[in-house]
């Protein structure tokens, strides 16, 4: 099968058959010209639907069961073969959503990445996360029969595709490559700004799925509308876990659908944040205009649709946040806009930036310049204070896109005041130097509650794939605080722990046998015993 963007069909693929939608056609679009692109891509219905989750439920167990060393295969296949398209994927991903090519092409590094990261994790056999208290028939008062633990995968996985970033958070992103390295098949509702882009990816997923012999229910790609088909995927009781990036209305009205089944299913939405940014005095004098400018920076890389991006700047009252304040004052006008993703994004920019705007007690503190094209609007930066950010929930509201808030503070006191009724975020910034400690001390307790990833200096665009990375947060940045949606501990969002207890050596299953014929590294006891040691 070619990867090519000369062979895009404009057709879902369920279970490997590239098929045609039985509802209207749906075209990307340049948002730089705001002319569509072909082909056209036909919506399925419902009953088309069910063809893919009806085939990811056929494939569960034998994709769950597959040994570490295909398992691990398969998602570097997956890599591989995005890779093989070559520059056609960026391109074709530049035409839909007005991202520079350089961007597009560390996202798809990313994107292949992470894939193989998960396939070192699975090829490792961490993810089973085995346990065994080895049988006491001796101990007194009473014997301790043999019981051992591990994690499956939870079933066929529902993933939306994110609006920005149409590879790293899409058809093969971060949500489809964790629960693929659970053992989860995956059925993706591609997002319809970007549909040749989630074809190409889609097309490559499913040439890794044949060229391994896997049953093809492991994936299918759908395009429907989200207010039906998306509703009908989290609905369906073969979808057990959901994955979505997008809106905060989008997430909840998921949530609502997924708690509403008879069987309720866990989603994991990334919804809305504004990410504060806290300027200490010892940080601010050193340098303002360099502060200011990296500010700017980080409020308008890409267009500020990044779900990091800065949107609440604390600086204290005072000569040090004067000289920042006018830093960032007389340097915006020296920004320009960046095509944003969609006109539809553009226009919920424009009219979040005019009701900040409207706001008692908020002024302009510095606007850019608009981009070239359709649809970049100028970076825009507002001021106002903590008496109004905690009476207002407006100057809290997410705008997705190169727009801010500085607030002023007067005082440690009011600092916390503040902090503490914030909403929860993906993330927390603290720009200090060693005389400014003290003063993050006795901040940190609090943003501990209320983020997910606490940076000290810097800024929160750009998030790493590892290990130790964390991006999730309270609601509502995410609907649970307790996973994140980046790095391999995303894995366990579609894992569950079962426990096998007194079970003859035959029946049990291999990542828990006696034998340990898996090689996997396993907690013996309490004593985590390192495979090959």
């Given at each position: 099968m070619s990867t090519t963007t000369q062979n895009l069909t404009g057709q879902s693929i369920l279970a490997g058959i590239s098929t045609t939608g039985t509802g209207r056609a749906v075209h990307g679009y340049n948002p730089a010209t705001n002319e569509p692109l072909e082909p056209a891509y036909s919506l399925i219905d419902e009953q088309q639907l069910k063809t893919a989750t009806a085939a990811a439920a056929e494939a569960f167990e034998s994709f769950r069961s597959l040994d570490p060393a295909k398992h691990a295969?398969?998602?570097?296949?997956?890599?591989?073969?995005?890779?093989?398209?070559?520059?056609?994927?960026?391109?074709?991903?530049?035409?839909?959503?007005?991202?520079?090519?350089?961007?597009?092409?560390?996202?798809?590094?990313?994107?292949?990445g992470q894939l193989r990261l998960f396939a070192k994790v699975v090829r490792q056999g961490d993810q089973?996360?085995?346990?065994?208290?080895?049988?006491?028939?001796?101990?007194?008062p009473a014997p301790r029969v043999d019981i051992r633990q591990r994690k499956i995968a939870v079933g066929p996985v529902a993933v939306f595709g994110a609006s920005n970033f149409p590879l790293a958070f899409s058809t093969a992103g971060g949500d489809t490559a964790s629960a693929f390295a659970a053992g989860c098949p995956v059925v993706f509702k591609a997002h319809n700004a970007h549909p040749g882009t989630s074809e190409i990816v889609?097309?490559?997923?499913?040439?890794?799925?044949?060229?391994?012999?896997?049953?093809?229910?492991?994936?299918?790609?759908?395009?429907?509308?989200g207010a039906s088909i998306g509703q009908a995927l989290v609905a369906d009781p073969a979808i057990k876990a959901v994955g979505?990036?997008?809106?905060?209305?989008?997430?909840?009205?998921?949530?609502?659908?997924?708690?509403?089944?008879?069987?309720?299913?866990?989603?994991?939405?990334?919804?809305?944040?504004?990410?504060?940014?806290?300027?200490?005095?010892?940080?601010?004098?050193?340098?303002?205009?360099?502060?200011?400018?990296?500010?700017?920076?980080s409020v308008a890389g890409s267009s500020g649709q990044l779900c990091t991006a800065p949107g609440l700047v604390f600086v204290p009252v005072g000569e040090a946040g004067d000289a920042f304040a006018q830093a960032v004052s007389g340097q915006a006008p020296?920004?320009?806009?960046?095509?944003?993703?969609?006109?539809g994004i553009y226009k919920s920019w424009n009219q979040g930036v005019e009701?900040?705007?409207?706001?008692?007690?908020?002024?302009?503190?510095?606007?850019?310049?608009?981009?070239?094209?359709?649809?970049?609007?100028a970076p825009t930066i507002y001021s106002s204070n903590v008496e109004q950010l905690l009476s207002n929930p407006v100057l809290q509201d997410e705008i997705f896109g190169a727009a801010s808030l500085v607030i002023r503070y007067a005082n440690a006191e009011e600092l916390k005041t503040a902090l503490t009724k914030l909403e929860?975020?993906?993330?927390?910034?603290?720009?200090?130097?060693?005389?400014?400690?003290?003063?993050?001390?006795?901040?940190?307790?609090?943003?501990?509650?209320?983020?997910?990833?606490?940076?000290?200096?810097?800024?929160p665009t750009g998030v790493e794939v590892g290990h130790a990375m964390v991006h999730g947060g309270p609601f509502p940045a995410t609907s649970d605080s307790q996973t994140t949606s980046v790095g391999t501990l995303a894995i366990e969002r579609f894992l569950r722990p079962v426990a096998y207890q007194n079970?003859?050596?035959?029946?049990?299953?291999?990542?828990?046998?006696?034998?340990?014929?898996?090689?996997?590294?396993?907690?013996?006891?309490?004593t985590l015993k390192i495979a090959g040691e």
């Open positions: 295969d398969f998602l570097d296949a997956i890599a591989d073969n995005i890779e093989a398209v070559g520059t056609e994927l960026v391109a074709r991903a530049m035409a839909e959503t007005g991202l520079p090519e350089a961007r597009l092409t560390g996202e798809r590094g990313r994107t292949t089973h996360g085995v346990r065994v208290d080895p049988a006491m028939p001796d101990r007194k889609g097309q490559a997923i499913t040439k890794a799925v044949a060229d391994l012999g896997l049953q093809p229910g492991v994936f299918s790609l759908v395009y429907g509308p979505f990036t997008g809106s905060r209305s989008g997430g909840t009205a998921l949530m609502a659908t997924a708690a509403a089944r008879p069987e309720p299913i866990p989603v994991y939405a990334e919804m809305s944040s504004i990410n504060p940014v806290i300027f200490f005095e010892g940080a601010l004098a050193q340098d303002p205009d360099a502060q200011a400018q990296a500010y700017l920076a020296n920004t320009a806009g960046q095509t944003m993703l969609t006109a009701a900040l705007g409207g706001q008692e007690g908020v002024e302009l503190l510095g606007r850019g310049v608009e981009g070239s094209g359709e649809n970049a609007p929860g975020q993906l993330t927390a910034t603290l720009q200090l130097t060693d005389s400014d400690h003290e003063a993050a001390a006795a901040v940190i307790p609090t943003l501990e509650t209320k983020v997910g990833r606490i940076l000290v200096n810097g800024w079970f003859p050596d035959g029946l049990l299953p291999k990542p828990i046998g006696t034998d340990n014929s898996w090689n996997l590294t396993r907690r013996i006891d309490g």
